[in-house]
Nanobody, 117 residues
Framework: VQLVESGGGLVQPGGSLRLSCAAS????????MSWYRQAPGKEREWVAT????????NSADPMKGRFTISRDSSKNTVYLQMNSLKPEDTAVYYC???????????WGQGTQVTVSS
């Protein structure tokens, strides 16, 4: 099983980025997909989740209205569209796949997002 994140980089405050997480080696449509992030010196925090079939999404309050999670089952990929980025959004962003009604889950390697002028 593998999750590979991409799309991170350096962006100015107020800018946008779209992160991608390409999944392989498992039945993508059976897993809920989430994004988490971890800033230097801080614990990893949940960002957003999309259900296995994509029918429902949810995001953490600081990201509501700015970040949108989506998935494309034809490409086995989950996305995180991030708009109106702030310096406090600087972190390593991780993709997570979780089997519903189970504790089984696994992580990608992360992609760095830096918001700075």
């Amino acid at each position: 099983v593998q999750l590979v994140e991409s799309g991170g980089g350096l962006v100015q405050p107020g800018g946008s980025l779209r992160l991608s997480c390409a999944a392989s080696g498992f039945t993508f449509s059976s897993y809920a997909m989430s994004w988490y992030r971890q800033a230097p010196g801080k614990e990893r925090e949940w960002v957003a989740t999309i259900t296995s079939r994509g029918g429902s999404t949810n995001s953490a309050d600081p990201m509501k209205g700015r970040f949108t999670i989506s998935r494309d089952s034809s490409k086995n990929t989950v996305y995180l569209q991030m708009n109106s980025l702030k310096p406090e959004d600087t972190a390593v962003y991780y993709c997570n796949a979780k089997l519903p009604s189970s504790d089984y889950n696994f992580w990608g390697q992360g992609t760095q997002v830096t918001v700075s002028s």
